[in-house]
């Protein structure tokens, strides 16, 4: 009876020869030193498109705390669907329109907020600080959408409460960038004391409690003094965004919450 191997056609020789190309260090040392080549070549191409960069503030700057500028969108909010899109096909002035529609006629909705924050963060992005400033001081003056209660437990987030504490940041970091120290701890206050970030993440939420009043103890430190204050330049912020592996979103917790 016809063994398998010879059913299969391979002669001994055959199998011997294969057996001896395996075993072979000829075989393994080019293929091994190949793979190295190319895994070499692929480290030293990332290293040139992705360089490490040191991209911590320089020492007397503050970190920016809010988005620096980026404009963050998010798609959950069907009232604001026009003014994203408008803003995603790169028109910011037709989205700003759109956005200030929902801002004027549901104050009282849960989409005025965020509308009015929106707004904030694209002027911020085209480098007009002042109508940035007046977005996110509309969006903390706008009346909450619902009646506060008690928070039945952890998971239990105040919608309205986030995004004026995010209003705040953004606002503490813009009057640093125009240099009103004064107004900059005000709203650091604000965002630490009266409209607190929450989030399920404890770390979190301790992260954020340690930056504000870093930030407080900072600039309570610089007036009772008199020196100068200065936040870093927003190129730094975004660059070590970029370097943490995100999109430029904003470093702060609160800025990242859609």
């Keep these: 009876m016809p063994t398998s191997r010879q059913l299969r056609g391979d002669s001994p020789v055959q199998l011997t020869s294969r057996r001896s190309l395996f075993s072979s260090k000829w075989f393994w040392i080019p293929l091994m030193a190949g793979a190295a080549f190319v895994a070499t070549a692929n480290a030293v191409a990332d290293a040139i498109r992705f360089p490490v960069l040191d991209v911590s503030p320089l020492p007397g700057l503050l970190p920016h705390l809010g988005s620096a500028g980026t404009v963050s969108l998010s798609d959950a909010d069907p009232a604001l669907g026009a003014g994203n899109s408008e803003w995603k096909k790169g028109r910011p002035h037709q989205a700003i329109e759109e956005w200030s529609k929902v801002a004027r006629n549901y104050g009282r909705s849960v989409w005025a907020i965020p509308a009015l924050l929106n707004i904030g963060h694209a002027a911020s992005h085209a480098g007009d600080r002042k109508a940035a400033i007046t977005a996110f001081k509309g969006a903390i003056e706008t009346p909450d959408s619902q009646p506060k209660r008690p928070r039945q437990g952890w998971w239990d987030i105040d919608r309205d409460e986030l995004h004026k504490h995010q209003a705040c940041v953004e606002l503490s970091d813009l009057f640093l960038e125009i240099g009103d120290s004064a107004s900059a701890l005000k709203y ?7 409209y607190k970030f929450s989030s399920p993440c404890g770390t979190a939420n301790a992260t954020v409690r340690y930056e504000l009043q870093e930030r407080i103890d900072a600039i309570k430190s610089a007036l009772a003094t008199g ?17 943490d592996g995100r999109r430029p979103e904003p470093a702060h917790p609160a800025g990242r919450v859609k």
Excluded at 188 to 194: C, D, G, H, I
Excluded at 227 to 243: C, F, G, K, V
């Design 188 to 194: 650091t206050q604000l965002a630490l004391e009266t």
């Design 227 to 243: 020196r100068p204050l200065a936040i870093e330049p927003r190129s730094t912020a975004l660059a070590r965004a970029h370097a």
